[in-house]
């Protein structure tokens, strides 16, 4: 919701109890407790929409706020359709509910409200839902053969989801990378723009790794305008490429692979999580990749990887093979549709 379609902010800046100066206000509060840029930008986001619903209600400070009128905006929430037709996730709408209780809690704290309005909102259940594509290897080599790595921008493109695929990192990781974070004889990359201000160290693929020696070498000079410009991946105008620019061009070279998946930048995080659980990675490790703080959001991921899971199924359990014992049960079907016959009764020959 505060991707796609950007929500302007609404109100009076100049009224010193109303919604743009006490967020502003706020926001600064986090910027004090030493919260990430990241996360001051992501919360300022998320309330972008609630100002915008109070406004459209004539709601023009969070003192005229009610636990009413919050209950009207989860609906609102919950009825609300993207741009594709789609309604937001649970998790998101919990998120932004998250960002509206913080606010209202700041307030009280600053004793400009008496309580909050906003203290018994009941977040909708969410759960850990499994990624909704994830991609073959075969896939990830038909995506990336998509990109005319003939030209400086098609190359720049091929080289974003080789690092996107070999270290599972996120869209604005991406975004934040600067040429020092390539640690080339280490074959490691640092990011340093990580969702809560994580700053980690990830390995980067020899594949990567020969394939950003040459975005290096041939695409990013010709996209230079400036020499102070430290960012790694740079866009036409020679700015750094944007966490949008980077969902643009992974979901282009996705539909030019025909591969009838949605998706984008994060379809190659999934993968990269998925298939190195399926090659015997221990769970742990992978969540050091994807710099997850718990482990139970790259547990998830443990779901998805089914391949390994079925090979260890049939290698250790008693009942997951045929034998002459335990065949299948009388009359079962064949795989090619022949019907097996029945094995011979205790009075049969």
Not at 29 to 41: D, G, Q
Request: with cysteine.
């Amino acid at each position: 919701m505060t991707g796609r379609r950007r929500f302007p902010d609404v109100g009076d800046p100049q009224d010193p109890n109303g919604f743009l100066a006490l967020r502003a206000r706020f926001l600064e509060s986090l910027r004090i407790a030493n919260r990430s840029p990241l996360t001051v930008e992501t919360v300022s986001a998320r309330l972008r929409p609630f100002l915008l619903w109070c406004s459209l209600k004539g709601l023009a400070a969070p003192a005229h706020v009610t636990r009413e009128h919050l209950a009207g905006f989860q609906e609102w929430l919950f009825r609300y359709r993207k741009e594709d037709g789609m309604p937001l996730d649970f998790g998101t709408q919990r998120l932004q509910l998250g960002a509206i209780k913080l606010f209202f809690k700041w307030l009280v704290r600053a004793g400009i409200l008496l309580f909050s309005p906003a203290a018994d909102i009941e977040y909708p259940r969410t759960g850990y839902r499994l990624p909704r594509s994830v991609l073959s290897h075969a896939e990830v080599e038909r995506t990336m053969a998509g990109a005319d790595v003939g030209t400086v921008l098609g190359l720049r493109d091929r080289v974003v989801l080789e690092v996107l695929y070999s270290t599972g990192v996120r869209r604005i990781e991406i975004e934040g990378l600067h040429l020092g974070d390539v640690h080339w004889d280490a074959g490691s990359l640092f990011i340093r723009k990580a969702k809560g201000d994580r700053q980690r160290v990830v390995p980067l693929g020899a594949r990567a790794l020969a394939w950003l020696e040459r975005y290096l070498s041939v695409a990013r000079p010709a996209l230079s305008t400036r020499q102070s410009e430290q960012a790694l991946f740079l866009n036409k105008k020679g700015l750094p490429l944007s966490r949008r620019a980077v969902s643009v061009l992974a979901r282009k070279l996705l539909r030019r692979a025909d591969l009838t998946k949605a998706g984008a930048a994060h379809v190659f995080r999934h993968t990269a999580a998925t298939v190195m659980l399926e090659g015997g990675a221990d769970v742990r490790y992978v969540q050091e990749l994807l710099g997850h703080a718990s482990l139970l959001s790259t547990q998830v991921y443990t779901r998805v990887a089914i391949v390994k899971l079925k090979e260890v199924h049939a290698a250790t359990h008693p009942g997951a093979r045929l034998s002459a014992e335990a065949g299948p049960p009388p009359g079962t079907p064949a795989r090619n549709g022949v019907r097996r016959p029945s094995p011979p009764g205790p009075n049969r020959v």
